[in-house]
């Protein structure tokens, strides 16, 4: 399983970002999905979980109503939509795959992305 991260960049505070993640093989519906971030100093939080159908969603508090998580099984990829960005959203976001949902956990993660760097100015 090789996941690869895209979309990240430099925005403005109040600004919207799109993330995606691409999932190589044909086995992505086995997995449930998940984003997680990282700021230099600081573990690895998680942000975001979707099951494997899509059918649920699980967020961290501090990004509910303002961030998006879905998935295409048909086109393999998991977006995170990223509205009314703050500046304590900075860092870099990583897509993770895992057997158990939500993933939530760093301990359930089972295959990791390389990351994607979102800077918010304020």
């Known amino acids: 399983v090789q996941l690869q991260a895209s979309g990240g960049g430099l925005v403005q505070a109040g600004d919207s970002l799109r993330l995606s993640c691409a999932h190589s093989?044909?086995?992505?519906?086995?997995?449930?999905m998940g984003w997680f971030r990282q700021v230099p100093g600081k573990e690895r939080e998680f942000v975001a979980a979707?099951?494997?159908?899509?059918?649920?969603?699980y967020y961290v508090d501090s990004v509910k109503g303002r961030l998006t998580i879905s998935r295409d099984n048909a086109k393999n990829t998991v977006d995170l939509q990223m509205n009314s960005l703050k500046p304590e959203d900075t860092a870099v976001y990583y897509c993770?795959?895992?057997?158990?949902?939500?993933?939530?956990?760093?301990?359930?993660?089972?295959?990791w992305g390389q990351g994607t760097l979102v800077t918010v100015s304020s």
């Open positions: 093989g044909r086995t992505f519906s086995r997995y449930a």
């Open positions: 979707i099951s494997r159908t899509g059918s649920s969603t």
């Open positions: 993770a795959a895992g057997l158990s949902h939500p993933v939530a956990d760093r301990t359930l993660v089972g295959y």
